[in-house]
Every structure is written in C-alpha cells, then in structure tokens.
C-alpha cells in the first residue's frame, strides 16, 4: 500500500502552508548564478611572464571577474597578496578569478614562476 501525501486543492500540504516559499527558494538558488553572469569581466593574458594588460582599471566598491589565459609555452601564476588570491594555470589553459569590491587604490600582481619579471596591478578608482 503507498502512501500519497495530504493534498488541498492539487497542492502539497507544505505548498499550502508556505505559499511563497517555493519562489524565495528559487529566486535564492538563481541569483548567485544570474549575479555572476552580470560581473564586469575583464581579460588577462599571461605570456611567460608578463601580464597583458599589465594595469586593470576596474571601478572602486564593485566585484568583477578577470579571465586569466595562459599562452606561454610553461605555466604562469596569477597572485596577489593584498587580494589574498592565487591560481596557477597550465600553457593553454583558461580560468577565472572572481575579486570582492575593492577600495579605491593600487593592488599589485605577480607571476611567482617569473619574479624577476615586473609585477603588474589593478587600480580600482
């Protein structure tokens, strides 16, 4: 014998109870993936060493993402310390960094495969 659970009207019990809460869920489980999509995006190539561009201009108090690709022939390292963020890419390989809203200033970042190599930075304004 199965059990089938109390309806009212075609509606679960737990719908009824909690009309608007399958909707909260929803917008709940959407929003990050939707927040994400709208990030201003901004691109970085790492060539050996040398960060193309080598300053980012980004808006002060704003989260963005950077692409980060590796066309070197060897891998390369996307870090910085005052951002307290560091990815390592393979040669060809193609990922992303999401940065929390930044006061306005200089935030450097280095390849630590090439530390004689100049660093590069963003400006947040």
Known sequence: MSRT????RGRSRFACAHPRLAWLLLAWAITPLAAQ???PTYELTLRDGHFTPALLEVPAGQRFKIVLKN???GPAEFESTPLRVEKVLSPGVTTFVVIHPLRPG??????????????GGILAK
């Open 5 to 8: 659970p109390s309806t009212h």
């Open 37 to 39: 999509a709208q990030l």
């Open 71 to 73: 066309i070197g022939q």
């Open 106 to 119: 200089h935030y450097p970042f280095f390849d630590e495969f090439n530390l004689q190599l100049p660093e």
